[in-house]
């Protein structure tokens, strides 16, 4: 049998198009190296945010038409970009010495009731998790079917208060140079930040996840607590988020800052408006067989009905 030896530089998911595909090339190999850093530190699983479980599936997303993703993939095919450009990265190298438990998230900026929260302790104060079975499409066109655990995010900014003035919400990842090689370089403007009008925030499907399959979150998912936007390309969704800040202007996002042109601020999935550099039309299921992989994208990734009204007056070629 012939027996083929990947090279070094093989990425395991050459067909689909990476987000930061123009990366410089020397930049890019300077990312790759930080394997070897990282094997520095021991491997501690990452398991946090236990607070709720078990929780049970709310049936109004139970989306049973749909095939739910396996749990190995979910977890071994990641963007999370502060462990590794390539998919299957964040899961090897966030899972080194990385500690997402004990985990505090701060709640700041234009609102009544600022708090500091343990995450287990913000759990109970929004009353539980739940489980919601939810599209997830990531710009580059490939999607899956993520069963989450956690609670609305408008659960959270009512605890909060927002003061009239607030108009946005702003999420920030964690921020860690000494333990995660890649924010030590200048390829990104870390930490990691995302945001939402606030009546986007409001919406019933916004979500706050902290966990997946009924599990905690493992650090390659954005443990212990993430964002989920399930009629959003997945970048919107922020990952070990430390800050949520209510804010009166559109917040500087990583994504959009980096190529405004191909990373708009609203990042609604619309199969009408293609990404600079690949269709939008269609997209490749992740664990779904090499022939029926591709499936059409659905405008608002399926959810059109539960928030086009958030749009009224916008116009979504030019507001992407
Ligand atoms: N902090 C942080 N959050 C992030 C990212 C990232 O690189 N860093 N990648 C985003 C992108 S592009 C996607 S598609 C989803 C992927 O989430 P998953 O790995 O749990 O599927 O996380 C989003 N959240
Ligand atoms: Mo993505």
Known sequence: ???HKKPSWYLPDSGVTPQAAYLGRRKFLRTLGMG??????TRVPGISATAGF???LNPSFKLSA?????????TTYNNFYEWGLSKDEPSKLSNQGWKTDPWTIEIGGLCANPAKFA???LIKAVGGIEQRNYRHRCVE???????WDGFPLAKLVTLSSPKPEAKYVQFTSFLDPKICPAQRSNDFAWPFTEGLMLDEAMNELAFLATGIYGKPL??????PIRLVVPWKYGFKGAKSIVRIDFVATQPKTLWNQYAPDEYGFLANVNPEVDHPRWSQRSERVIGGGFFSSRQPTLKFNGYEKEVAALYAGIDLRKNF
């Open 119 to 121: 995450v287990n302790d």
């Open 36 to 41: 070897a850093a990282a094997t520095a530190f």
């Open 1 to 3: 049998m012939y027996i």
């Open 54 to 56: 078990p929780d049970t």
């Open 218 to 223: 493992l650090n390659q998912n954005g443990a």
């Open 66 to 74: 749909v095939k739910l993703t396996p749990y190995d993939l979910i």
């Open 141 to 147: 066109a490939w999607s899956m079917v993520v069963p």
